[in-house]
């Protein structure tokens, strides 16, 4: 578990809060304006027991039609026992603080049941007179990793990274995210946000790096294809803006971009580099040459054959 998961958790879901709403609540999210939500996730709640701290998210989300839908995410690492009367209580003073319809939403990275149900929670007395708390519940672990790869929000392919890989090696999994990611049309800052994810969720052994490395050089075409759809976008038009301007700024830019996606492309090609490849990538000025070294990363056989050592 990535030691910041929380807010790179958060960052992910507010960069793609409508995928979030499509995938847990596709009802609602068909009757709200997600891309006009406001997160309120900085506001503290009080809690008895904990003392004071933030919501994981909070957003107040125009309602088509009128008014606005309060939705509070909570992340927790496991599924446990009591969160559910948490969620309840931070529900209530959300309500109080807000004057707004309240929907809760728990997302467990572990145990607890798989996919996405509704839940309810009964108050100490129940009945027809009294009205339950309700809210929902994503686990992640245990769905079909495959199964959300084949959905057409981003997030969820994101997600998959935590979820099961279908039968296939955990680097054959890997694969299949980063294609997906790799081959879809998305901004460059987006692309990135997920592949970081990705990353950090779904870490590889020596082992299984070993594999992952056999694997992408059995298909280097498709490799390549995945990694140059995004890596060469990176701030593609600035760079060419600065570079048409003539704006040696630019030109920095673009250069220290490149730099970046080479560096990644070789971890992830060759494991772990030594401060020496580091050097040698970031004294590369040419935009030509780094672009010429990222092409041959997925089909070549060692960092010597690339002349980096």
């Not at 997160?39 to 503290?44: A, R, S, T």
């Not at 998305?186 to 790096?209: C, K, M, Q, V, W």
Request: charge should be neutral; include cysteine.
């Amino acid at each position: 578990m990535p030691p910041d998961h929380d807010q790179m958790f958060k960052t992910l879901l507010r960069a793609f809060f409508g995928d979030l709403l499509a995938l847990v609540a596709p009802g609602i999210a068909e009757r709200v304006d997600a891309a006009r939500a406001s997160f309120l996730d900085k506001e503290l709640l009080a809690d008895a027991v904990e003392g004071r701290r933030e919501a994981d998210l909070l957003a107040r989300v125009p309602v088509h039609g009128g008014g606005s839908l309060l939705v509070h995410v909570e992340i927790e690492a496991r599924a446990r026992s009591r969160m559910p009367l948490r969620l309840r209580s931070y529900a209530s003073r959300i309500q109080t603080a807000y004057s707004g319809q309240v929907l809760s939403i728990l997302l467990n990275l572990r145990g607890g049941r798989a996919g996405v149900h509704h839940a309810a929670l009964d108050g100490e007395l129940s009945g027809p007179e009294l009205s339950p708390f309700r809210y929902v519940v994503f686990g992640l672990a245990g769905c079909s990793g495959g199964e959300y790869l084949a959905h057409s929000e981003p997030l969820a392919w994101a997600l998959a990274a935590l979820m099961s890989p279908d039968g296939n090696s955990r680097a054959a999994h890997k694969l299949a995210c980063q294609r997906r990611i790799g081959e879809a049309r998305l901004s460059d800052e987006s692309r990135i946000l997920l592949i970081d994810f990705l990353e950090a969720y779904l870490e590889l052994t020596p082992e299984e790096a070993r594999e992952y490395k056999i694997l992408g050089a059995q298909n280097p075409q498709e490799g390549t294809a995945v990694w140059m759809t995004w890596s060469e976008r990176m701030k593609a038009e600035g760079r060419r803006e600065g570079l048409k301007l003539g704006k040696q700024e630019g030109r920095q830019e673009g250069v220290r971009s490149l730099q970046q996606v080479l560096i990644f492309q070789l971890e992830q090609r060759f494991g772990p580099l030594s401060e020496g490849v580091h050097r040698q990538v970031e004294a590369i000025d040419s935009l030509r040459h780094l672009s010429r070294l990222a092409e041959r990363v997925l089909t070549a056989g060692s960092l010597r054959e690339l002349r980096l050592r």
